[in-house]
């Protein structure tokens, strides 16, 4: 059974870091690339990073570009999105999600083929 679960979300201070995992789970990863996607009330969820099946390949949204770094584990089957100098502005639910066949639309949901159930980061003072 495919599973993707989420944990590392937390309640941080403006300008604190937090380092999501992704953690996957009847599927090898090494075939998948991994995208991260953030939600908040009364919005879609908007593509925040991407990783290649190799790691070679990486993209990141404009308002993250030189605060996040995503990365893969293949001996622990886990990709992690390392968050650094957070704003009120990164606060959301965020999800991790496994493309099998990326074709370039990497911040669209429907690029994706499963999904995590999420985890909540909130960016407060």
């Known amino acids: 059974q495919f599973q993707l679960v989420e944990s590392g979300g937390d309640l941080v201070q403006p300008g604190g870091s937090l380092r999501l995992s992704c953690t996957v789970s009847g599927f090898t990863l090494d075939y998948w690339a991994i995208g991260w996607f953030r939600q908040v009330p009364g919005k879609g969820r908007e593509g925040v990073s991407f990783?290649?099946?190799?790691?070679?390949?990486?993209n990141y949204v404009d308002s993250v570009k030189g605060r996040f770094t995503t990365s893969r584990d293949k001996a622990k089957n886990t990709v992690y999105l390392q968050m650094n100098n957070l704003t009120p502005e990164d606060t959301g639910f965020y999800y991790c999600?496994?493309?099998?066949?990326?074709?370039?639309?990497?911040?669209?949901?429907?690029?994706?083929?499963?999904w995590g159930q999420g985890t909540q980061v909130t960016v407060s003072s």
């Open positions: 999600a496994a493309d099998a066949l990326p074709t370039g639309d990497w911040d669209q949901e429907n690029e994706y083929d499963y």
């Open positions: 990783i290649s099946t190799s790691g070679d390949k990486t």
